[in-house]
């Protein structure tokens, strides 16, 4: 399966941003799709997953300001991103894993397809 990142770009601190990660070559909805994100000198972070059964998590630094949810008409996953603090600025990647073990979906190791970043720039 092949993914394409999108949705990045240039947003003002408490800004909003919607990230999709569309899939070809396979049905995203068999899969669990995490979304990391990677600044120059620091290991990639996770973001966000679903999981097959819908389940979601998402990490501490981003708790509470952000939703994960299935297109499934698009072959997608959508992460729409609220309040923004420079802190978000990164290189954002989603992956696709199946694992089903949700404490697996937090481990950029458990993803076998990954797309090729969008980039978020949160200005102060």
């Known amino acids: 399966v092949q993914l394409q990142a999108s949705g990045g770009g240039l947003v003002q601190t408490g800004g909003s941003l919607r990230l999709s990660c569309a899939a070809s070559g396979g049905a995203l909805r068999m899969y669990g799709v995490g979304w990391f994100r990677q600044t120059p000198g620091r290991v990639r972070e996770f973001v966000a997953f679903i999981a097959r059964n819908g389940f979601v998590d998402s990490g501490d630094s981003v708790k509470g300001r952000l939703s994960i949810f299935r297109d499934n008409a698009k072959n997608a996953v959508i992460l729409e991103m609220n309040d923004l603090k420079p802190e978000d600025t990164a290189l954002y990647y989603c992956?696709?894993?199946?694992?089903?073990?949700?404490?697996?979906?937090?481990?950029?190791?458990?993803?076998?397809?990954w797309g090729q970043g969008t980039l978020v720039t949160v200005s102060s």
């Open positions: 992956a696709a894993s199946q694992y089903t073990d949700w404490g697996l979906l937090t481990r950029s190791s458990s993803y076998v397809y």
